[in-house]
């Protein structure tokens, strides 16, 4: 007998970006995840409107316009679920979202000097502050 496919679960929460298959997370980005997601990211990460903005490359103007809509653009979508993914890895090697927030906003000499949060605006600078972490996690020197 065939296995029955349910469709996948939309991303609506900080939570579901963890948990959801691949499929619901593909699908939920290329619709555009919603606003309050956003919202979510940026209380956890203690962000300013300004500085939220910027880590999404939109305008504050656009961040507010958003948040009315209450839809992202798909490539909003991927730069959010790309800085939740960096913060939820570096609350895993930190064990604490405090300590994650932390790192993530001080320039690391191991970055160049870079503040990692910063340089992962773009997707090499957040694989190089995941393998940072992943150094970091395992003890592994610079």
Known sequence: MPASSAPPRPVESFED???????GLLESIDEGLPAGLMG???????????????????????????????????IESERLYRIARL?????????????????????????????????????PG???AERLLGRIEYGIPA
């Open 40 to 74: 979510e990211t940026q209380e956890r990460l203690a962000v300013g409107p300004e500085e939220m903005a910027s880590l999404l490359g939109i305008s504050v103007r656009t961040l507010k316009r958003r948040r009315e809509s209450g839809t992202l653009t798909p």
């Open 17 to 23: 970006l963890q948990t959801a298959e691949l499929s």
């Open 126 to 128: 957040a694989r190089e």
């Open 87 to 123: 913060f939820r890895r570096a609350t895993s090697v930190f064990e604490s979202e405090e300590e994650a927030r932390s790192w993530l906003k001080r320039p690391q000499m191991r970055l160049g000097g870079e503040v990692p949060l910063e340089i992962a605006r773009l997707e």
